[in-house]
């Protein structure tokens, strides 16, 4: 490798948004876009570290990845927005040997409305075609019968709500100084403020007037039913308690 090359490998991306699915990364990396210190990839989620074809052969050549950012690396904070990585066992690990000193910007949205929203962008997609609670008690069955399963479809309604066993495992391999941990319904009602703090973790200036943005919102044939609601309510208190104590939050709120 030829001193230039070596030099452009050097820089790595800062930060990266993991979020959660239907959790409002897409609202937020479009509002980090307008920052002029900030340069965010140029597809919202390039899928760099989920990506099993391109760590098979053992490291990945990350050229084609940084050319996601242009010359912006090294020059400005260079972030992206793929949420699966949280949720994704083998990427967290992958993003710590790529850079240790990696940032993470975390919005966790209600579980059981976060399912709702990932069925019925299913639902409006053609990727499925079970009501909501068949969908859920096919997933039930599945983990019951595979533990630890982990599927990358649009079925795995359940298992991305579980934050607390995605943030032990996350916080087992980087600094808890290196976390962000946002709730979504803060960027929703307190843009300004939200976007100050993130601004401030990623240590960049002020920017302007910030509205509230909503992306990727769906449209829902019908509310989610009361009684499914308590049903995963149920189901996700035991995760909801342990978060609780993980990150100090009061969420009595998601519990009813």
Known sequence: MNDGARSAMDHRVDFVIGGVQKGGTTALDRILRRHPDIAMARSKEPHMFDDERAFNGGVPDFATYHDQWGDSLGRRV???????????????????????????????????????????????????????????????????????????????????????????????????????VLRSDWLRNDPARTIGSV??????????????????????????????????VGFFEPEIRRLEALLGWDLSDWLR
């Not at 075609?129 to 019968?145: G, H, K, S």
């Not at 990358?152 to 391999?173: D, H, I, M, P, V």
């Not at 044939?221 to 995963?232: F, M, Q, S, V």
């Open 78 to 180: 260079c972030g992206e927005a793929t949420p699966i990585y949280c949720w994704w066992p083998p990427a967290a690990p992958r993003i710590s040997d790529y850079n240790p000193a990696m940032k993470w910007v975390l919005l966790l949205r209600d579980p059981a409305s976060r399912a709702y929203s990932h069925w019925n962008m299913g639902r409006s997609r053609g990727l499925q075609t079970q009501p909501f609670e068949a969908a859920l008690d096919r997933e039930v069955r599945d983990l019951v019968e595979r533990p630890g399963l982990y599927a990358k479809n649009s079925g795995s309604f359940l298992s991305r709500g579980f934050y607390a066993q995605q943030l032990e495992r996350l916080f087992t391999l980087f600094p808890r100084r290196q976390f962000l």
């Open 199 to 232: 601004l401030e973790f990623l240590g960049v200036g002020p920017m302007g007037p910030i509205e509230a943005t909503k992306s990727n919102v769906g449209n829902y044939r019908e509310a989610l039913d009361p009684g499914t609601r308590a049903k995963l």
